[in-house]
């Protein structure tokens, strides 16, 4: 039997596609920051943070209605245009994902399921494009092109701070080839911030007061 494929809303409703899609996509990507250092021949380049997973998918709809055959009277019988549906009344479900929904106070996260693809996030974007209309002007086929980021559970968050460390304070024990913006850099990702690392730990001349063996200590929620 085949599977058609259906958009979960949280509280509730699905909706159930027409058509299955010919094709979609799924995208992902990660952030680094390179950032040029005193002393180094080049940037260093750090991982920063992963970015949302995207499905990008084309849905298709018709409330278009063929004429029909009456063997009654031998002829072909079009049906009145008062009595297809206007396509958006369909098209509106999937475009609703993207407002507030009022039980939630936000947009809803919704799962598209088809087959081994279940793909949980929010709808993002939502374009719609009306091809086929009746003499009344009705629009009665539509492509509807929609894009779903995927959501991070913040349950399963841990309380670490945004580069992974301890919300304590850390310590590092250093030697005479370490930076000051060095450190800043691998501990929060920017490099400026050595002006604050020096004065947290009551250093004057980082270039001259940094010895092998030495606690740098690193600021609570950096």
Same mark, same amino acid.
């Given at each position: 039997m085949l599977e058609k494929a259906v958009i979960s809303n949280e509280t509730?409703?699905?909706?159930?596609?027409?058509?299955?899609? +010919?094709?979609?996509? !799924?995208?992902?990507?990660?952030?680094? +920051?390179?950032? +040029?250092?005193?002393? !180094?021949?080049?940037?260093?380049?750090q991982y920063i943070s992963g970015s949302q997973d995207t499905l990008t998918i084309q849905l298709m709809f018709s409330t278009y209605e063929p004429p029909t055959y009456d063997q009654s009277q031998k002829k072909v019988v079009p049906v009145k245009d008062s009595d297809m549906t206007d396509v958006t009344a369909l098209t509106e479900k999937i475009y609703k994902l993207t407002k507030i929904d009022s039980s939630l106070n936000r947009p809803p996260v919704c799962t598209?399921?088809?087959?081994?693809l279940q793909f949980k996030g929010v709808v993002t974007d939502v374009t719609q494009k009306f091809t086929?209309? !009746?003499? +009344?002007?009705?629009?009665?086929?539509?492509?509807v092109d929609v894009t779903f980021k995927s959501v991070l559970d913040a349950s399963k968050l841990t309380k670490t701070d945004t580069f992974g460390g301890s919300r304590n304070t850390k310590v590092r024990s250093v030697d005479e080839s370490?930076?000051?913006?060095?450190?800043?850099?691998?501990?929060?990702? #920017?490099? #400026?911030?050595?002006?604050? !690392?020096?004065?947290?730990n009551n250093i004057i001349n980082p270039l001259n007061d940094i010895a092998s063996g030495l606690k740098i200590k690193i600021p609570k929620l950096w």
């Open positions: 509730g409703g699905d909706i159930g596609v027409m058509f299955n899609p +010919s094709e979609y996509s !799924l995208s992902t990507s990660v952030n680094y +920051s390179s950032v +040029s250092v005193p002393g !180094l021949d080049s940037p260093i380049t598209f399921k088809w087959g081994s086929m209309f !009746l003499q +009344s002007g009705k629009p009665v086929r539509a492509a370490t930076s000051l913006w060095q450190i800043a850099f691998e501990e929060c990702g #920017d490099a #400026d911030k050595w002006k604050s !690392l020096a004065s947290a």
